[in-house]
């Protein structure tokens, strides 16, 4: 009888590469396909064993090498290419045979592909992998959801690979429909606000403290050691140490500053206005991108308008009250997708735990921190906490470090040097926590020229006025 492995794998990218042998790693058998034939061979060279890991270009040769139920996980481009796969390996399946999608598919196509699937009695299920090509050989962060029944048969392949935070590994069944697939949208929504943050610091270290690469290396190596421990805290420092190949200079000064994005955290925003909850970090970083894409523009309008020369400043305390600020913003962003999550998981009936995702969200991923672990604990001690900003533990977290963003907003204002994530932070921190807003004006205005009626503070029911003109 011919042999039969544990674990297939359709799309044999980087990505999909090297989970499949961090599968082969962690004692379980893979086989693997892709139309691209050298894919499949560069697969089987690296894995260096075939009765270990396999491949094939032929569908029919894939689902006959796998064992039953077949486990079958995809890592290709979102959109209409998943559904080509699907359609094209479900006449091989059998039922009770699993399909997971491990790619950063939208929440609504995972619904309309389970329910499809779900007819033919195959299970399907989406899995968010973050982590990147590294975490994907390493230890990814998986964030599943769909199929609980599916799940169970695959759960001790995903526990094996995932990555580990003090010996657990950072993956969980999330909830039954589109849930999985829907976590890793926000989570890559926060991703957004974190990377634009942490630019928005580095360009007023650089443009008003004047720091060399060198020390800017230094203060994000020395921020990593602290509360600020975090991934992308760590890879910033790194990069700024990073010596050009094509030059004599350092790389980060020769990067084009436009930023490309995939959609998820357009996504993410979007939804988040469908659900009437405010992410303004999240919203101002993928406008950011988008604003960067206008280079030609931006050069035109640079020498049309005059700019302050930044007033100057210690370096030692901008250095300080950088890091506060980054730290009150992170609170900020991790809020806002948090409340999001909760909003969702209500409206979508996911029955999410918040703290169980910001547990795996401790390593492997790329928005692990130190300060998930103090956000697990948050929502562990209250699961129906509807705001960060509410829970005991961070309000001494805030109060300590809410005024150096005010301090630094109000001179990148005064300055120049645009810092719409670091505002857009402090506002919505100072609107969540202020008991009364002037939004009674614009109930009146909405009252005035549409006859949109208005609540009032001293009585119950809606009112009308018959404004005089």
Not at 214 to 235: A, C, M, P, Y
Not at 294 to 314: G, I, Q, T
Not at 419 to 429: K, Q
Request: hydrophobic share 40%; glycine share 10%; net charge negative.
């Amino acid at each position: 009888m011919a042999k039969t492995y544990d674990f297939g794998l359709v799309g044999l990218g980087v990505m999909g590469r090297n989970f499949i042998l961090n599968v082969a790693d962690n004692g379980f058998t893979a086989f693997g396909n892709d139309l691209d034939e050298e894919k499949v061979n560069a697969l089987i060279d690296e894995g260096g064993d075939t009765d270990k890991v396999n491949a094939s270009t032929e569908a029919e040769t894939f689902v006959a090498s796998l064992s039953k139920p077949r486990k079958i996980m995809l890592l290709v481009p979102a959109g209409k290419i998943v559904d080509a796969v699907i359609d094209n390996l479900t006449p091989l399946l059998d039922k009770g045979d699993i399909i997971i999608d491990g790619g950063n598919s939208f929440f609504t196509d995972t619904d309309r592909r389970e329910a499809k699937l779900k007819e033919k009695g195959i299970h399907f299920f989406g899995a968010g992998v973050s982590g990147g090509a590294k975490g994907a050989r390493k230890g990814p962060s998986i964030m599943p959801g769909g199929s609980k029944e599916g799940y169970k048969e695959v759960k001790p392949i995903f526990e094996a690979v995932a990555a580990k935070y003090e010996g657990e590994p950072c993956v969980t069944y999330l909830g039954p429909k589109s849930a999985g697939n829907y976590v890793k949208m926000v989570h890559n929504g926060i991703e957004y606000g974190l990377m634009q943050l942490t630019s928005e610091i580095y360009d007023l270290l650089k443009n008003a403290g004047g720091l060399s690469n060198k020390e800017l290396h230094q203060s994000f190596d020395s921020w990593n050691k602290g509360r600020l421990h975090s991934f992308l805290v760590e890879i910033t420092a790194e990069i700024f140490a990073q010596k050009d190949d094509l030059t004599d200079g350092d790389l980060i000064d020769m990067i084009l500053d436009k930023a490309k994005q995939k959609g998820t955290g357009k996504w993410t925003s979007q939804n988040a206005m469908d659900l009437g909850i405010p992410v303004p970090t999240i919203d101002i970083a993928v406008s950011m991108r988008e604003i960067s894409a206008l280079k030609e523009e931006r050069m035109k309008a640079d020498a049309l308008y005059e700019r302050p020369k930044p007033e100057e400043v210690m370096k030692r305390a901008l250095i300080e009250k950088c890091e506060q600020a980054l730290y009150f913003a992170f609170i900020m962003t991790y809020a806002q997708g948090m409340h999001q999550l909760a909003d969702a998981s209500k409206e979508y009936g996911y029955e999410l735990d918040l703290g169980e995702i910001a547990k795996i969200w401790r390593a492997g991923c790329i928005i692990r921190a130190a300060l998930l672990a103090d956000i697990t604990k948050a929502f562990k001690a209250d699961a129906e906490l509807p705001n960060l900003l509410l829970a005991p533990s961070f309000v001494s977290k805030v109060k300590e470090t809410v005024n150096a963003a005010r301090e630094l907003v109000s001179y990148g204002a005064t300055n120049g040097i645009p810092m719409p994530g670091l505002s857009n932070a402090l506002t919505y921190f100072d609107a969540y926590t202020s008991s009364r807003l002037p939004l009674n004006l614009i109930q009146a205005q909405r009252d005035y020229f549409g006859s949109h009626t208005y609540e009032r503070l001293d009585r119950e029911g809606t009112f009308h006025t018959e404004w005089e003109e």
